[in-house]
């Protein structure tokens, strides 16, 4: 891909997987109801993340916070890559960005001015939250602690998405958005470090995007899935925030009829996005869109490498329109429509299936702050708005529940995968989670993201039991997860798995319990 100025119909010219995807944030602590305490109590358990590693891909960290130091005022955090500081002394293996060693953070926290000499911050907060959920150090005085106060830290600060990957993607120019390629590279700087110093690591992925078939079958997807086969290494991943957001549409196509309508309302907010459509072989789907106004761009057959302008008489609105027979990491049809200066109104899609047989399709709107609330589905399905990488089938995918009461947050995504694969696995706490925040204080935070960082402790517990203390030396993700799901609570008349709730709700003590038994 070219790196000046993009224009839309590079994807075509190039196949659609060559450009990373857009990802967003997943969060916009309560020990007691995931058996944490209980477990902690005991003597002979007492996990609390001695030697074992904790990362975390993110906006960074607060590395100042008292949450991430010692009693002695020393940091827990081993090292931080900041991808967004071009002008420091890079990683060997990672030629961009900065690395601060704990050596020059504990100097920097000795000295008057530390951002003078480590100059890396959260801007944001979401890193600093979730890891501070996950691990951050126990604070009586504002009744605070981490899952694992006593884990150390691995931490990579993301740079946001490139101007030329934000103009290929339709994405609003003032979003906070971060690119698939540099998420990867941020989880292989942990394992690099986990490597060298041969400790057990857990890796929290509070990120996720729209876009994709959400089928697992995705560069990222496929890559964690392999991660999590590994000794000594665990994911858990958030389920995103889209479950009541109305941006998931499935439609069914019947034999005869071979078409099927949906609807979408459009508001002026939303100047450039994207929509994407996914079928399922041996589908041939065709596409007609019809604006507010009436205009039509007619029928748009599925093709090998083309891309396709539409503009309209009576109104500004411009259309792009990709319709790949075949995208290369799935082999499936794909359907991408992206918008620009799109009218204000109700716009029409007619999908047609060339084949005359029973089918179906899927189609998303992108997730989070990339797309207003008032832009939608006018009758949207909640399943399947589980973003990636949660898709991916090894990992552990984690959706958020209300710790108070018991209920599921109703925003967070749900299940199963496009290809029917079982996710979420387990809920986890979500709700008003208290968490370090980049003023030096503490505050609340809720949604998935929060739910998979507080998951990512447990898995730090686990992590201890089997490495540490040589219970199970060769233990992996998928191993952990298998464990995490046989331990869950469950409600009684309630049939497991399902879309919204996985296996049930994260229990360690439960994990115990049956090993025990």
Known sequence: MSSEKATPCEIGVYPYHVFPSILTLASN????????????KNPNLAFFGRDVLLGFVDTG????????????????????????????????????????????????????????????????????????????????????????????????????????????????????????????????????????????????????????????????SSYLSFLSQRPKTGITIAVGNEGNAQRHYYGRIDAGTNTSDFEMIVNSKDKKFALEIWAYAPSRLTLDIITPTGESTREIFAQFNACRKFSFIYQSSVVFVNNFIIEEETGDQMILVRFENPLEGIWHFRVRNVENMVSSFHAWLPADNLISNETFFLKSNPDTTLTSPGTAVNPMTVTAY????????????????????????????????????????????????????????????????????????????????????????????????????????????????????
């Not at 602590?29 to 995931?34: G, H, V």
């Not at 607060?62 to 071009?86: C, E, L, M, P």
């Not at 998420?183 to 876009?211: D, N, W």
């Not at 749900?414 to 996710?423: A, F, L, V």
């Open 29 to 40: 602590i309560d020990l007691e109801k995931t058996g944490v305490s209980k477990v902690q």
């Open 61 to 220: 960290i607060d590395y100042r916070h008292k949450a991430f130091q010692y009693n002695d005022g020393s940091s827990r955090i081993v090292s931080i890559w900041d991808q967004t500081i071009q002008n420091g002394i890079s990683s060997e293996k990672f030629p961009y960005g900065t690395e601060y060693t704990r050596e020059q953070i504990n100097q920097a926290l000795k000295s008057d001015d530390p951002l003078a000499r480590v100059p890396t911050n959260d801007e944001n907060g979401h890193g600093t939250a979730v890891a501070s959920i996950a691990a951050g150090s126990e604070d009586l005085e504002h009744s605070f602690r981490g899952v694992v106060p006593e884990a150390e830290l691995i931490v990579v600060k993301l740079k946001q998405a490139k101007q030329n990957l934000r103009e290929i993607a339709f994405v609003p120019e003032d979003a906070i958005c971060y690119q698939e390629s540099d998420l990867i590279f941020g989880i292989e700087y942990i394992l690099s470090v986990a490597q060298m110093l041969k400790r057990p690591v857990a890796i929290c992925i509070a990120l996720g995007t729209s876009q994709g078939g959400h089928d697992g079958r995705g560069a990222t």
């Open 402 to 517: 209300n710790q108070l009461d018991d209920s599921i947050l109703i925003k967070s995504g749900r299940g199963y995968t496009r290809s029917n694969t079982i996710k979420p696995d387990f809920a986890a706490p979500g709700f008003r989670l208290t968490c370090a925040t980049i003023n030096g204080g503490y505050g609340e935070v809720t949604g998935s993201g929060s739910a998979a960082a507080y998951a990512a402790g447990i898995v730090a517990m686990l992590l201890e039991w089997g490495v540490v203390r040589g219970n199970y030396p060769a233990i992996t993700g998928m191993d952990i997860s298998r464990l995490l799901i046989r331990g869950a609570d469950r409600e009684e008349g309630m049939m497991y798995p399902n879309t919204i709730w996985g296996y049930g709700k994260i229990n360690i003590d439960g994990v115990f319990m049956k090993l025990r038994i």
